[in-house]
């Protein structure tokens, strides 16, 4: 695995690839079976395979919840190569936003539903920092996991309006055997909490409950609920056990 501490050294080496097949999978590190699996999909249907680990500041509405994002370099790089993937992309704040730079990508419609009514500013900052690294990495192919299902049709929203040549690629959510959806925040729970938090998808699942109703039991079991909400045939939700906060999605009929 080549690693890439700096932009520039990237697209430098990004020409020499000539023809081959590129497959980019960009993460916020504290890497799990979720974005292996990313990584595995990209290195099956590609020559080679970026991997990008950047915690980017400005999709945060929460300092706090930015301050303990995990960060775990060190076993993410071993994870990488162990995985034999290609490239690994390591951007620095500084880089990909310097002080003159004033340009944020907004979206008028999705972004103002579910997640963005309770995270201000959140789907801006994802947008932005995805339409950077697209450009920087310039793949083929990128991946993405569907259990953040809103990101994952605003990327796609957001390519075909600026008419990027990138494929964006939504990879089926992976759950513990438990059903919890895998999620680098799910370190952060409590012993207790791990055991409690897998109620999120199993209510998220019933055949037939209604929004409503789902959204109470899962109070009743101790969780703060900012929306279960259904969207055409997939209900979403968002709920905050403790200190920390889960999204998740189902594909209903």
Same mark, same amino acid.
């Given at each position: 695995?080549?690693l890439?501490?700096n ?16 497959? *980019?999978?960009?993460?916020?590190g504290?890497?799990h079976e979720?974005?292996?699996?990313l990584?595995r +999909? ?6 080679? @395979?970026?991997?990008s ?14 301050k ?11 994870l990488?190569?162990?995985?034999k993937v290609?490239y ?11 002080p003159e730079? @004033? ?15 309770f ?8 947008? @932005? ?5 697209l ?7 990128a991946?993405?996991g &569907?259990?953040d299902? &809103? ?5 796609k929203a ?8 990138t494929?964006i ?7 513990h ?12 729970l ?5 055991i409690?938090?897998?109620? *999120? ?16 039991a899962?109070?009743? &079991?101790? *969780?703060?609920?900012?929306?279960? &909400?259904?969207?055409?045939?997939? +209900? ?5 056990l403790?200190k ?8 209903i009929?």
């Open positions: 695995m080549i890439f501490s932009i520039a050294s990237w697209i430098q080496f990004r020409d020499t690839l000539g023809q081959k097949t590129l497959g *980019f999978v960009p993460t916020m504290h890497l979720g974005h292996l699996s990584l +999909r990209s290195m099956e249907e590609n020559d080679e @395979t970026l991997l680990i950047f915690v980017n500041p400005i999709q945060f509405n929460d300092e706090e919840d930015f303990q994002y995990p960060r775990t370099l060190s076993q993410d790089k071993e990488a190569e162990s995985l290609s690994l992309l390591l951007p620095s704040v500084e880089e990909l936003y310097p730079d @004033t340009f944020r990508i907004q979206e008028s419609l999705l972004s103002t539903d579910l997640e963005g009514r995270r201000p500013g959140h789907f801006h900052g994802m947008l @932005t920092v995805v339409m950077k690294l450009n920087i990495v310039n793949p083929h192919r991946y993405f &569907e259990k299902y &809103e990101q994952l049709q605003l990327v957001m390519v075909r309006a600026f008419f990027m040549k494929e690629i939504g990879c089926k959510t992976l759950r055997s438990d059903g919890l959806a895998m999620s680098s925040r799910n370190t952060r409590s012993p207790e909490e791990r409690q938090a897998a109620f *999120f998808p199993t209510l998220l699942n019933h055949p037939h409950w209604s929004d409503h109703q789902i959204k109470e899962l109070e009743a &079991e101790g *969780f703060q609920v900012d929306y279960i &909400e259904t969207r055409g045939n997939r +209900r979403l939700g968002a709920v905050t403790g920390v906060r889960l999204i998740d999605n189902v594909c009929s």
